[in-house]
């Protein structure tokens, strides 16, 4: 069974940074793809960032330009650092792995943004 467990969540100011980790219990190549989903309060869960084993990065649009994920083969981590924070990247943010199609998630961890 996969583990992932999510660390760097808090409060933090509008325009903000906060740097998430998620280590995993296995070698992250392992993977077809290690990455972050968010659910902001009342919406479905949504894609944020993810990077495949390959090293290719995908980002939300509504996240470009702000956010980076980034990984360390070493570490078994997968990292999503948040820069320019707005309030409406609230919500609990959820790391993922996926194999073979099939998702596997960490428990959440959350992120407020506000004054």
């Known amino acids: 069974q996969v583990q992932l467990v999510e660390s760097g969540g808090g409060l933090v100011q509008p325009g903000g940074s906060l740097k998430l980790s998620c280590r995993a219990s296995e070698n992250i190549f392992n993977f077809n793809s290690l990455g972050w989903h968010r659910r902001a309060p009342g919406q479905e869960r949504d894609f944020v960032a993810s990077?495949?084993?390959?090293?290719?990065?995908q980002l939300a649009d509504s996240v470009k330009d702000r956010f980076i994920v980034s990984r360390d083969h070493g570490k078994n981590t997968v990292y999503l650092q948040m820069n320019s924070l707005k309030p409406e990247d609230t919500g609990v943010y959820y790391c993922?792995?996926?194999?073979?199609?099939?998702?596997?998630w960490g428990q959440g961890i959350q992120v407020t943004v506000r004054s």
């Open positions: 990077i495949n084993v390959g090293g290719k990065i």
């Open positions: 993922d792995a996926t194999i073979l199609s099939r998702y596997h």
